[in-house]
């Protein structure tokens, strides 16, 4: 690029860059200032500071609206003449923080486990099984009833 630039106060840039053979459209992106990387965004004029932020946090983490959505958060406190932000901002905060769930304990339903019958001999553990056979005509059907023995797998009933 320093070589176009040079080249460039005598012949001209598009001579230049014909006689090095470089795109025209490379020199003039190489002569702008580096955008911010991939995922950085300059910060918005109206952002809320850090410490209006941490006050936001405050509010919500605090033990009087512990149990409370941000919307009931954002009700109750513009009733008392208080505004913070908005209520997507409230949601924005507890993204960054990892705490957007259910906010409310809750109880946790103990894990069902499913029932293992082992037989170590005939006889111990049976199973059943019920299916419709068809008929000899049309809309008719004959329920089969199968017992069967776990261990042996013998057919008892």
Known sequence: MNSVRELSQSVGIKVACQALNLNRASFYRAQQPPSPAAGECPRPPLALSIEEQQRALTYLQSER???CSPYQVFATLLD????LCSI????????????????RDQRQHPRDCKPE???HAPNQV????ITKLKGPAKWTY????????????????
Not at 92 to 98: A, F, K, S
Not at 142 to 157: A, H, K, M, Q
């Open 65 to 67: 609206f512990m149990d």
């Open 80 to 83: 008392q003449g208080v505004y």
């Open 88 to 103: 997507r901002t409230f949601y924005r905060l507890l993204t960054r923080d990892n705490a957007v769930r259910e906010r």
């Open 117 to 119: 019958l082992l037989a």
């Open 126 to 129: 049976w199973s059943w099984d």
């Open 142 to 157: 004959f329920p089969l009833y199968v017992i069967i023995d776990v261990f042996s797998r013998y057919v008892v009933g």
